[in-house]
């Protein structure tokens, strides 16, 4: 098994950077794609970014193109995601995945993760 847990939430002010860190543990050498997701209260979890095994391919939803940075660091088991001029559509619980197949090359549904992190907030206020 592998325990995924993300810190870095918080408040902050609409044009604000908040760093969010999802620290890996256990069996790591079983993940492959990281990835975040967000989700809103009586809304479904949305992709928002993801990572390859080495970092050499990344993808992101459209709404956080150009805002937001998914990177990963293997020797520290952490994958972090910066997001710069936040939006208060930004607002969600923020949820780190990790996939344990070398597929899908490009894995954007819930369904295609396999170990999910407790989430941390954040909140971006007007």
């Known amino acids: 098994q592998v325990q995924l847990v993300e810190s870095g939430g918080g408040l902050v002010q609409a044009g604000d950077s908040l760093r969010l860190s999802c620290a890996a543990s256990g069996r790591t050498f079983n993940t492959n794609a990281m990835g975040w997701f967000r989700q809103t209260p009586g809304k479904e979890r949305d992709f928002v970014a993801t990572?390859?095994?080495?970092?050499?391919?990344?993808y992101y939803a459209d709404s956080v193109k150009g805002r937001f940075t998914i990177s990963r660091d293997n020797a520290k088991n952490t994958v972090y995601l910066q997001m710069n001029n936040l939006k208060p559509e930004d607002t969600a619980v923020y949820y780190c995945?990790?996939?344990?197949?070398?597929?899908?090359?490009?894995?954007?549904?819930?369904?295609?993760?396999?170990?999910w992190g407790q989430g941390t907030q954040v909140t971006v206020s007007s």
């Open positions: 990572i390859s095994w080495n970092g050499g391919s990344t």
């Open positions: 995945a990790g996939n344990s197949r070398f597929f899908p090359p490009r894995p954007t549904r819930m369904s295609d993760y396999d170990y």
